[in-house]
Every structure is written in C-alpha cells, then in structure tokens.
DNA sequence: TCTAATATGTCACGACGTGATATAGTCATG
DNA sequence: CATGACTATATCACGTCGTGACATATTAGA
C-alpha cells in the first residue's frame, strides 16, 4: 500500500491504534504491547486480545509494521519507515487537538 | 442517561464528536458548527452532513446537549453541565495523549 | 432566472474495538 | 504432581460510528 493510501486510511486512528504504534519504539510482540499500553495509560486502558492481534495483522498488510522476529512462541514486530512517518502525521495531528482543547478549555469550567 | 454510562459511552470519543462539542462553547446550530469546526481545524475538516446531524440527535437524547432555542429553520443547541463534565473529561485523556505523543516523538524522527 | 449558499434529514456501507471462546506452554506453590 | 496463574496467540459475532450520497427547501445575489 502506498503511502498516501495509509495516511487516508489510519489518520485519524483510535487512541488503541495510537498507543499499539507508540509501543513499537522497540520491537515488541502482542502481549508485550498490552502490558506495554496498560503502563504508559497509568493503567487506564487495557487492550482486548481481538484488538491487538486484529490490529497488528491488519498494520502488516499495509506496510505499517513488519515481522521483526519470529520466535517459537513470540512474534516480534517493528515498525517500517512507512509507519513512523504515519505516527509522526497522527502526533501532529493529536497537536492541533492539544492546542484547541487547552484554547477552549476554561470555558467549561 | 446517568453521569457515568455517558462517560463510558463517550470517551474515547472520535475527533468528529470532539470538535462539535467544542463548538458549543456558544449556542450553535449544525451547519454553524460545520463552519466553526472547519476554522478551528485550519479547514482540515470537513464534517459531513449526516454526522453532524446524527450526532446531535444522538447526543440529545443521552443528555449531553439540549436544544437551546429552536427558529423557524434553524434548531440551536447548547451543552448540559453533563456535557460540560463530559468535554473536561474527554480533553483530560488528550492531555494523556499528548504527553505521551511529545515523550516518545523523538524515538520516529 | 439560475446558481450558490444555507439548513436539515435519512439511509446503506464499510470499518473498528470488544469480549467471549479456544488453545497451549511455563512456572511457582502446596 | 497437580493446580492455578500468567504468558501468548487467534478467531468470531456484535454493536457502534463516521461517511457520503441523496433528498428537500429557503434565501441571496448575479
């Protein structure tokens, strides 16, 4: 998939989608991630085993991530060129959230 | 709706939602705040119609907005303190977000 | 008069996260 | 050695959501 197609396609992702991604900094497999999610959220979220594996499947396909290694019981994965550029546009995009929720803010106070 | 099924329903929300109870910071109505959202974004967005108007509904009924004042064709909608309590608990997870995004941003360039 | 902008509404479609269910290996405790 | 907790992956049905197309009507300007 080329990366035009995958910008359109996972911008804007689902804060799920987001923290799998933010989790690849190192290769990490599936289980690996949910821990990963689970410290970095202070505990808040917990991913569903559906969803990791559904969504780790579904990145590979499209070029966002690649099989690090595959150990007997483990597959590691890391993210491809492709990928960083797609979290880079979706951390700018969480920037211009960042900016009008601080902006707007005191109104609801 | 009670105060914490609301929560639950509604966080995470999609950047759509998020950007049309921002809007509402003001009485507005639903083509006021396709043309708000489209300033606040940089015109990066661009609600579509049944977005809009299906998420108002839906959001009426829940207790997150109510109908402000309803003109001969226009129908003004503000936000419920249930709204205001839900938009403070929303912007704090971008916060998290956020945070997070800034952290590890470094590790993709 | 015709076009663009304003304004709301409905519907089918595809995509997504979730939790249940299933399977299997590992490791410590009693 | 058995039992339970944790590690690890996979699949499936379900409900929800945003989207864009389509429809309709009013108003303002060229």
Same mark, same amino acid.
């Given at each position: 998939? =080329?990366? $035009? /197609?995958?910008? /359109? !396609?996972?911008?804007?992702m689902?804060?799920?989608?987001? #923290?799998?991604? +933010? *989790? ?10 949910? /821990?990963?999610? %689970?410290?970095? *959220?202070? &505990?808040?979220?917990? +991913?569903? *085993?559906? &969803?990791? #594996?559904? &969504?780790?499947?579904?990145?590979? !396909? $499209?070029?966002v991530?690649?099989?690090?290694? $595959?150990?007997?019981?483990? &597959?590691? #994965? %890391?993210?491809? $060129?492709?990928?960083?550029? +797609? ?7 969480? /920037?211009? +959230?960042?900016? =009008?929720?601080v902006? #707007? %803010?005191?109104?609801?106070?």
């Amino acid at each position: 998939m =080329n990366a $035009d /197609k995958v910008m /359109k !396609k996972y911008i804007p992702m689902t804060e799920t989608a987001f #923290y799998i991604l +933010l *989790s690849l900094t190192e290769p990490r497999h599936g289980y690996g991630i949910v /821990k990963h999610v %689970e410290e970095i *959220s202070g &505990t808040r979220l917990h +991913l569903g *085993s559906g &969803t990791v #594996y559904g &969504t780790l499947t579904k990145m590979q !396909k $499209d070029g966002v991530i690649t099989v690090f290694a $595959d150990e007997e019981r483990k &597959t590691l #994965y %890391e993210m491809t $060129d492709l990928g960083k550029q +797609l979290i880079l546009a979706e951390i700018g995009r969480l /920037k211009e +959230l960042h900016r =009008n929720a601080v902006k #707007y %803010e005191g109104d609801f106070l």
